[in-house]
C-alpha cells in the first residue's frame, strides 16, 4: 500500500498544475479512453471512499472497524479486477492472497461490530 501512496504522489507531481485542479476553473485535460480495468479500479476506489465516510463515534475501535470493512472490500473489489484483467502469474496469486485475508478479516470485523453493538 505504501508504494501505491508513493506512485501516486510522484504522479501527482508530475502532472501539470492545470491538470491537477481540472474542474476547479482550469481547462481539462483531453478525455482518453480508459480501459474496463480502469474503469473498475475508479469505480471500486470511488465506491470505497464514498463508504469509508462513516458516522464517527469516538469510539476509536468500533470506528476502526467500521471504516476498515470498506477499506479492505475495496482491496478485494481491486483484487477481483486483476483477476479479470490482469496477466501476470505473480499479481494474479497477490490478487488471490488479498481476497482469501480481507475477507476473513471483514469477518472478523463484522464479528466485534455486532459482539460490541451499543445497547
Not at 508530475?14 to 481540472?22: I, K, N, S, Y
Amino acid at each position: 500500500m505504501t508504494r501505491l501512496i508513493l506512485a501516486l504522489a510522484i504522479t501527482l507531481a508530475a502532472l501539470p498544475v492545470a491538470a491537477q485542479h481540472a474542474g476547479h476553473g482550469a481547462p481539462a485535460r483531453p478525455a482518453v479512453p480508459e480501459s474496463a480495468a480502469t474503469r473498475e479500479y475508479r469505480a471500486a476506489n470511488d465506491r470505497m471512499h464514498r463508504d469509508m465516510a462513516i458516522a464517527f463515534t469516538g469510539n476509536a475501535d468500533r470506528d476502526f472497524a467500521a471504516g476498515m470493512i470498506p477499506h479492505h472490500q475495496g482491496a478485494i473489489d481491486m483484487a477481483n479486477t486483476v483477476l479479470r484483467h490482469g496477466s501476470d502469474p505473480e499479481m494474479r496469486a497477490l490478487a488471490q492472497s488479498v481476497i482469501a485475508a480481507q475477507t476473513a478479516e471483514i469477518a472478523q470485523l463484522r464479528v466485534y461490530l455486532a459482539q460490541t453493538a451499543p445497547r
